[in-house]
């Protein structure tokens, strides 16, 4: 079960845009609309931001936006605020797998 | 309002077992496929084991296939995790998640800590 690919660390200046890629194969990304995400504040439960690849939950800011292109899912944050300084997961689909992890991204507002 | 209360987790030697607990309310439990996924420390998030609504199907991580056995009590709107053969590398907080409806996790328990010795 390898692990979806993801940046060990973004950065950004609070207002600016950032995008943390998250790449797998055709066998996992490339062929399933099932890529969630997941933000955690350090000591906290992840929360899910995304989910079948662009989906807001109820309750999630449209600052936050999920695509897909090819076996490379992408989370963009909109207008950087402090408080979306955390770690960030995606997660996918993966067949006979059936699921498969991003290593993680952790988020530095400036 | 959603919620899950995760408990069992604890201090165990290298070998020896847990199980874990998680209490569900707030939804039709038997309705939704739950999943235990877990974090060690300083590390990130891994999948252990998934069961759907019925307990008909269940899944497991390679790291744990054979050692861990999910299952479920809906009338009690309870999930479970046995944990045999426990080792060094099964440390970490063990999450409670519900799935929302495709495979995305939306509501999570405050985790419970096991931590294996050796």
């Known amino acids: 079960q390898s692990a979806l690919t993801q940046p060990a660390s973004v950065s950004g200046s609070p207002g600016q845009s950032i995008t943390i890629s998250c790449t797998g194969t055709s066998s996992d990304v490339g062929s399933y609309n099932f890529v969630s995400w997941y933000q955690q504040h350090p000591g906290k439960a992840p929360k899910l931001m995304i989910y079948e690849g662009s989906k807001r939950p109820s309750g999630v800011s449209n600052r936050f936006s999920g695509s897909k292109s090819g076996n490379t899912a992408s989370l963009t944050i909109y207008g950087l605020r402090a408080e979306d300084e955390a770690d960030y997961y995606c997660?996918?689909?993966?067949?006979?797998?059936?699921?498969?992890f991003g290593g993680g991204t952790k988020l530095t507002v400036l | 309002e959603v919620q899950l209360l995760e408990s069992g987790g604890g201090l165990v030697q290298s070998g020896g077992s847990l199980r874990l607990s998680c209490a569900a309310s707030g939804f039709a439990f038997s309705t939704y496929a739950m999943i235990w996924i877990r974090q060690a420390p300083g590390k990130g998030l891994e999948w252990v084991s998934a069961?759907?609504?019925?307990?008909?199907?269940?899944y497991y991580a390679d790291t744990v296939k054979g050692r861990f056995t999910i299952s479920r009590d809906n009338s009690k709107n309870t999930l479970y995790l046995q944990m045999n053969s426990l080792r060094g590398e099964d440390t970490a907080v063990y999450y409670c998640?519900?799935?929302?409806?495709?495979?995305?996790?939306?509501?999570w328990g405050q985790g419970t800590v096991v931590s294996v010795s050796s």
């Open positions: 069961i759907s609504g019925n307990g008909g199907t269940t």
């Open positions: 998640t519900k799935d929302q409806g495709s495979w995305a996790w939306d509501h």
């Open positions: 997660f996918s689909h993966a067949g006979s797998t059936p699921w498969v």
